[in-house]
């Protein structure tokens, strides 16, 4: 497995739940918390599409 294929598999793992999504979104969580998960976001894209897919589910 390449080393990007080993970061990927490594980052689903810590895939967020959409709980936890909302909760970022609204920003009703802690800094430190936030900061761990935007690092996630950043690298993951499966939680990039659920946090747009939610992102644009709250507009509507």
């Known amino acids: ?3 990007v294929g080993e970061q990927a598999a490594r980052d689903t793992t810590n895939c967020l739940d959409e709980t936890t ?4 979104l609204a920003r009703r969580l802690a800094p430190t918390p936030s900061g ?3 690092q996630h976001i950043d690298t993951c894209p499966r939680c990039r599409r659920v946090l747009s897919a939610l992102a644009r589910s709250l507009r509507e």
């Open 1 to 3: 497995m390449s080393r």
């Open 21 to 24: 999504v909302t909760l970022f």
């Open 36 to 38: 761990v998960l935007e």
